[in-house]
């Protein structure tokens, strides 16, 4: 079966390059397409702090497909593991997910910080982050998972 998606908007300023870490501060704008999505689509945003953006990772779209395992951002002393037990863009689908905090909603417009994601990344679809989404219970994750996101979301601007 093959599945196809169009974009219902674009990340529009912010970062320009893919980089490792540091996005906290990554401010940016969501404009959705009037053609795919009306300004009533985003009545009761406003009532959020945050939001979960689906996205495609379009740079490098020319990289290999990774469909089973390596070793994150290549380090050899982290364990090998299958891409579908990390968060690396070569996934077989190339799909992201990443939550933001909303700035501020304007028609057709959110303005967002601390998006992972690069100016001129399609948008595929965008859900409210409620709580009663979280995990239930307690969260694993491996300690090299941890040292990946040390410094991942450094420069955040607290609650």
Same mark, same amino acid.
Request: charged share 25%.
């Given at each position: ?10 990340v529009?300023?912010?970062r320009?390059?893919?980089?490792? /870490?540091?996005w906290g +501060? +990554?401010?940016c704008?969501?404009e959705l397409?009037?053609?795919?999505i ?5 009545? %009761?945003?406003d ?6 953006v689906i996205?495609?990772f379009?740079?490098?779209a020319d990289?290999p497909?990774?469909? %089973?395992?390596?070793? =994150?951002?290549?380090r050899?002393? @982290? =364990?090998r593991?299958?891409i579908?037990?990390?968060?690396g863009r070569?996934? =077989? +689908?190339?799909?992201?997910?990443s939550v933001c905090r909303i700035?501020s909603?304007e ?8 998006l /992972?994601?690069? /100016?001129?990344?399609?948008?595929l679809?965008i859900? =409210?982050v @409620?709580?009663?989404?979280?995990p239930?219970g307690t969260?694993k994750?491996p300690? @090299? ?5 040390a /410094?991942? @979301?450094?420069?955040e601007?607290?609650?």
């Open positions: 079966m093959e599945i196809s998606f169009t974009p219902i908007g674009f529009r300023g912010g320009t390059e893919a980089r490792k /870490d540091r +501060n +990554n401010r704008r969501l397409d009037p053609a795919r009306t300004a009533d689509s985003l009545i %009761g945003l009532q959020l702090s945050h939001i979960e996205t495609y379009h740079l490098e990289e497909v990774e469909r %089973g395992a390596r070793h =994150p951002r290549g050899t002393d @982290w =364990p593991v299958g579908l037990a990390q968060h070569m996934r =077989p +689908n190339r799909i992201g997910v700035l909603v028609p057709l417009a959110i303005n967002v910080e601390g /992972d994601m690069v /100016d001129g990344t399609p948008i679809d859900k =409210p @409620w709580s009663g989404y979280a239930r969260c994750e300690d @090299w998972a941890k040292q990946i996101m /410094d991942y @979301w450094a420069g601007t607290p609650l």
